[in-house]
């Protein structure tokens, strides 16, 4: 069955530093969302991506970060300069139409220092 | 916008027993309600969905759920659970205008002992 992979499964940065957080979804899918999960509380939803450009973001999704669909199979997410209250798990997920039906990948967890 | 709760934040059950994990939401617009499922070490999982229709909804793993708009709920449950139930689950909403981002609660973790 496919399924939405996310790497690295674990990122420890430095407080400054830019990651990229990596995502392939399911190949079929047309619609792309970035969310995150800090530790203790609610699933946040970030960005949503769809032909190409954003459809909608979040207040979280400021400056610092972007997403970027670079060679039609990943999804990524970056963020420029990482603070430490972005150390979260950050998921991944792709829908194939209007479903509504969003598949999540296992998730990046990124741990700011 | 829309918001939900979760009031459990745990759920001990023993294994074969009932189960209902209660979720209750807020919105000035129509939504669609699912329910995702959390195993450890892995993605969110759907376990079921409402859109439209019959306000009782069949998911994986023998879970149901059941829509009242009147009380603003989607309760998950379950007759008979089994220890590989144990998860992290989350209620979820979608604005069906902009039919988008899922707006989540806080979670309920079930924990099934023998």
């Known amino acids: 069955e496919p399924e939405v992979t996310q790497t690295p499964s674990h990122q420890v940065t430095q407080m400054g530093q830019e990651v990229i957080l990596r995502c392939v979804p399911i190949s079929n899918h047309l619609y792309f969302y970035w969310y995150r999960q800090i530790l203790g509380q609610k699933v946040e939803f970030l960005v949503s991506?769809?032909?190409?450009?954003?459809?909608?973001k979040s207040e979280i999704f400021d400056d610092q970060f972007s997403v970027e669909r670079p060679d039609g199979s990943n999804f990524t997410l970056k963020i420029r300069s990482t603070k430490l209250e972005d150390s979260a798990m950050y998921f991944c997920?792709?829908?194939?139409?209007?479903?509504?039906?969003?598949?999540f990948g296992p998730g990046t967890r990124l741990t700011v220092t | 916008a829309q918001s939900v709760t979760q009031l459990d934040s745990q759920v001990p059950v023993f294994e074969e027993a009932p189960v209902e994990l209660r979720c209750n939401y807020s919105s000035s617009v129509s939504v669609y309600l699912f329910w995702y499922v959390q195993y450890p070490n892995q993605g969110l999982q759907l376990l079921l969905k409402y859109l439209s229709g019959s306000t009782l909804v069949k998911g994986i793993n023998g879970f149901e759920a059941e829509f009242n708009k009147s009380q603003t709920s989607f309760h998950l449950r379950k007759p008979s659970v089994h220890i590989s139930d144990t998860a992290e689950y989350f209620c979820a909403v979608i604005n069906t205008g902009t039919a988008s981002k899922l707006t989540f609660g806080t979670g309920t973790r079930l924990q099934v002992t023998l």
């Open positions: 997920a792709s829908q194939r139409d209007r479903t509504y039906e969003q598949y």
């Open positions: 991506f769809y032909n190409n450009e954003i459809s909608e």
